[in-house]
C-alpha cells in the first residue's frame, strides 16, 4: 500500500469512526415541510423545540430547532457536544458566562452562525418578536442547567 492509499484509508477509517460506517444505518432520503414541523414546550418559558432530523438522545448527527417568543428566555447551560447554531429567522441575543447577563450578550440576526463548544454555560433571548434557532451536533447530547 503506497502512502497515498494509506492516507485515503486512514481518512476514510476517521470520517466512518465520526459519522457512523454504512453497516450501522444507511443514510435515506428524507424531507419536513414547515407546517408538519412537531414544536413541544421546553422547560424554558417562550420556548419551543423541535427535532427535525436524527435524535440528540443516541450517538450520530442531528438537528433541532428552537422558536423562541417575544421575551423568551434561556437561562445559562451546558451540552456535553459543540454544537453549530444558525439563526434562521428574527434577531436573538446569545452569550456566553455562568449567569444570565444582558449586557454579556451579542445580537444576532438570521443568517448568522455562532459555535457553541461543549460544556462552556451560554443564554440566550429574544427581545422583540419571534426568532428561531437551528443547532445542529453530534450525540449524544443533552441540556444541563448551569450550576456552579
Avoid: C
Amino acid at each position: 500500500m503506497n502512502r497515498r492509499h494509506f492516507a485515503a484509508a486512514a481518512l476514510a477509517a476517521a470520517l466512518a469512526g465520526a459519522f457512523g460506517t454504512p453497516a450501522q444505518s444507511e443514510p435515506t432520503v428524507s424531507d419536513l415541510m414547515p407546517a408538519d414541523v412537531k414544536w413541544k414546550d421546553s422547560p424554558f418559558p417562550g420556548v419551543q423545540t423541535a427535532v427535525i432530523s436524527g435524535d440528540p438522545s443516541q450517538p450520530g448527527l442531528y438537528v433541532v430547532r428552537a422558536k423562541y417568543a417575544a421575551g423568551g428566555k434561556v437561562m445559562p447551560h451546558t451540552h456535553p457536544d459543540t454544537r453549530y447554531d444558525t439563526v434562521l429567522s428574527g434577531e436573538l441575543y446569545f452569550g456566553f458566562g455562568e449567569t444570565f447577563d444582558p449586557g454579556n450578550a451579542k445580537l444576532y440576526p438570521a443568517g448568522a452562525q455562532i459555535t457553541v463548544p461543549a460544556n462552556v454555560p451560554h443564554f440566550a433571548w429574544v427581545k422583540n418578536g419571534e426568532a428561531v434557532l437551528q443547532e445542529v451536533g453530534i450525540g449524544p447530547s443533552g441540556t444541563a442547567a448551569y450550576k456552579k
